[in-house]
């Protein structure tokens, strides 16, 4: 069964309340907030409801007073599903901690005349959403992948479809759909050096995912090999160490980094780069139950610069991404493929990080 827009529920509600005659030319119409509220949608999603019943010329809408029925209000009965609606696919519903990519999308967005759908795939998961989208009206997508390697069947019919869509955060691997990243790699590098710069010389990567099955994950561990190179720190019992927790398949992800530490300190590890701050906290939290100090016994870098970086203790040291950017970016990139179908060769687009020096990095 196709699956039907929230907000074309909303507009097939009320289009049966007008037609019925519940709702009388004149009567004013919910607000926004308050079909928000009844429909357990969010005010974009109304938004857009209005929208489309506002262009099928079944309501008018009142600056500063609200939406009422039209008076000639002869239903339209094919009102548009869409050919002016984004989708955006996350792989959760919602995380403050991995930043704002909504709120850079909207603001691009604001620009044009295309509205924002949000979907998560943490119920259905992502190959539901993306069949249901690949047979829906909207103009195109963005992705924000769970892999770089799931779902390649269903992705690859996008590509053949020629069907308007763009990944933020990671690349398809074997699928040239354009892409909007961080600078993994660059950030890898700077985690690494700035541990370098503090005397560090042994120095381990640490990761909750294989890095083949990410193509972000894989930058930031390059990343990281080649600051160790471009300063002669190439330590293979380090390397060693860093390839068993680089291929993680433990569920147990607290028993993992237990002996991830143990390890650490046994071969004399003094940093760590970690995939990003959630695993980078999680080990400073496991290191305090363990008697271990950080940045004493040993320092870490994280990624990301999540809102709790800068309130945990100790505060993280971490490398900032733009989410914000990334998605005005991917709005961006989108429309103009969109726009322009016979224009879309395979190209990435790499926003710039930085580095936030806290308190879980010493010098030695």
Known sequence: MEQI????????ALTA????????????????????KEYNVSRITSKRALTELENAK?????????????????PQRHLSKTNKEILLILPFAHNPGLGDYEKGINEYLATTDYTLNIQSNTIVGQRK???????????????YPISSISDLGILYQYHLAQYPLVT????????????VVSDNFGGGYQASKHLIENNHKKIAFISS?????????????????????????????????????????????REYYIQFIQAVVTQGITGIVAENDLIAIEIIQIAKELGLSV??????????????AGFVEPKLTTISQDFGQMGYQAAQSLITLI?????HPHENTVVPVRLIERQTVKKL
């Open 5 to 12: 827009p929230l907000y074309q529920h909303i507009v097939n």
């Open 17 to 36: 309340k007008i037609e019925s005659g519940e709702l009388q030319a004149g009567d004013q119409l919910p607000t926004e907030a308050e079909i928000s």
């Open 58 to 74: 079944l309501i008018y809408r009142i600056q500063g007073k609200g939406s009422f029925v039209s008076t000639d209000k002869a």
């Open 129 to 143: 959403l993306l069949e249901a989208a690949l047979q829906s009206a909207n103009s195109g997508l963005i992705l």
């Open 168 to 179: 933020m955060d990671k690349c398809i691997e074997g699928i040239p759909f354009r892409s």
């Open 209 to 253: 995912l294989k890095v083949e099955n990410s193509s972000s994950i894989r930058e930031r561990y390059f990343g990281y090999l080649k600051a160790l190179y471009d300063y002669k720190l190439i330590d293979y019992s380090v390397n060693d160490l860093t390839d068993r927790y680089l291929t993680h398949d433990n569920d147990n992800g």
């Open 295 to 308: 940045p004493d016994d040993f320092s870490i870098v994280g990624f990301d610069n999540i809102h709790l």
């Open 339 to 343: 726009e322009n179908p016979r224009d």
